[in-house]
């Protein structure tokens, strides 16, 4: 029908992040004034926030709405940390230092969150074990140049990971070797 079913209120300044589970229950977005927010969708209300993210990072929930990862501050404006994050507890799982060796553009999650994925203006797509933290593959956008590495998506079963940058191609990208986390 087209009805807009509702509309979220509780960031300060502009969202530049969201991202959906599969269900449609829960939902989590970052904002321009460093905020997170995980949402109950059916509520309208929040569960979590978070205040100290980079002002409009990347975010994502697994599609099984357990767990979401975005980017952190770091004391050099320069680095970056993916951390993922216990939905219903906000207990902090895992973080990965340092990611890619310039800014993060984008964030993925299998799932139930075992596997990630990162994009970065350095042209590179990861693949990260969910669990460990342990980098499992690292994709190069050589077509890209030095181009960025805009977005990233991958399978719920994290076979196939796709990605898109200033080249107006969609890429897809076969999670070699049948990786599944432990």
Known sequence: ????????????????????????????????????????????????????????????????????????????????????????????LLTIFQPHKEKITSCALSLDGTIIVTTSVDGTIAVWDGKTGKKKRLYKHRRFGKSPVQYCAITANGEIVISVGNDQKIHLWENIDGYKPD
Not at 12 to 36: H, M, Q, R, Y
Not at 42 to 48: E, H, R, S, W
Request: proline share 4%; with cysteine.
């Open 1 to 92: 029908s087209g009805v807009e079913l509702r509309t979220l209120i509780g960031h300060s300044k502009e969202v530049k992040f969201c991202d959906i589970d599969a269900l449609g229950n829960k939902s989590v977005s970052t904002a321009l004034d460093g905020s997170l927010k995980v949402w109950d969708i059916q509520k309208g209300v929040t569960t979590l926030n978070k205040d100290d993210v980079i002002p409009g990072a990347p975010c994502a929930i697994s599609p099984d709405g357990t767990v979401f990862a975005t980017i952190m501050k770091v004391r050099s404006p320069k680095k970056q940390n993916l951390n993922v994050w216990d939905t219903k507890s906000g207990a902090l």
